[in-house]
């Protein structure tokens, strides 16, 4: 007997549980499996609606109570850096670009260590081991590349300066994942990072970068609103945020749509005909 999974997108929702962003509050995700044929015009329509994918899954914030998470995208023809992002253009310039496939290395995965264990100790992805940080890297189903940034003057064990896990994807660049040498904080390397992202896009014609989530109040998100124009998904259209110091985000319950609404509102793509939304382990009530 010959067994398929399906090919209509499955929609789930994740048990609540402490937001890393807002002190307080509670996270809830809403995503569906990421395989097959159409898993590129999936990604891509998806992405366009504030998912963002994590493997083989792709997840949007559905919070009960808040809605205080937005997709953030830049909008590269109109961008310019400003003074200190051309700094830290010029601070960054001896750096060695190369794209390759999506293939964990030793040397990638002794960066991550020690860029977490400096920047994020306390994290969701402290514990990652090398099998789950491998997994990360190469389990994708659409077109991923791992860019890398050497600095050829350095020694062999200092070579390596930050790594990005980058989907390409039909409207643009999207920063999966990106760490770098805490040793070179001084460097802005997270901005460069972001940075150069946006020449390699503008170079292949695609009209943004991605940025994942930007949210309002968390200082760990503060920084996305300096890449301007930045443009974020919000009542199901994409919109330009214009002053980000006076943005007042929906964290009232009632700002909320049910689930059902909410799945009832995604667009598929043609191949990908449409589901309801499940909690895990039970039908969404």
């Not at 067994?3 to 609540?16: E, K, M, R």
């Not at 199901?236 to 909320?256: K, M």
């Amino acid at each position: 007997m010959h067994h398929s999974l399906p090919i209509t997108p499955q929609f789930y929702v994740t048990a609540p549980q402490p937001c890393p962003y807002l002190e307080g509050k509670m996270e809830r995700k809403l995503f569906t499996a990421l395989h097959g044929s159409a898993a590129a015009a999936l990604n891509d329509s998806l992405s366009k609606q504030g998912f963002r994918r994590s493997q083989n899954v792709l997840y949007r914030p559905s919070c009960a109570e808040c809605s205080a998470c937005f997709s953030a995208r830049i909008r590269v023809a109109d961008f310019r850096p400003s003074k200190s992002q051309r700094r830290a253009m010029k601070r960054n310039r001896h750096l060695v670009r190369e794209a390759m496939s999506p293939w964990a290395t030793d040397e990638q995965y002794d960066l991550f260590r020690a860029y977490l264990e400096s920047r994020h100790a306390d994290g969701g992805m402290a514990d990652m081991d090398v099998f789950e940080f491998s997994a990360m890297i190469e389990e994708t189903p659409i077109r991923t590349r791992v860019i890398e940034y050497t600095d050829p003057g350095a020694g062999e064990a200092e070579r390596l300066a930050a790594v990005c896990l980058t989907d390409v994807m039909d409207d643009g660049l999207s920063l999966v994942y990106s760490f770098f040498d805490p040793a070179r904080a001084h460097q802005s390397l997270g901005t460069y990072i972001i940075l150069d992202h946006i020449e390699i896009a503008r170079a292949a014609g695609l009209p943004y970068v991605y940025l994942g989530y930007w949210v309002p109040g968390s200082p760990k998100m503060s920084y996305k609103a300096r890449f301007r124009p930045l443009e974020i998904y919000r009542n199901g259209e994409w919109q330009e945020l214009s002053a980000p110091e006076n943005f007042n985000p929906d964290t009232h319950p009632l700002s909320v749509d049910p689930i059902s609404q909410q799945v009832a509102r995604i667009a598929l793509p043609p191949a990908c005909p449409k589901s309801g939304a499940r909690r895990e382990g039970g039908p969404a009530g």
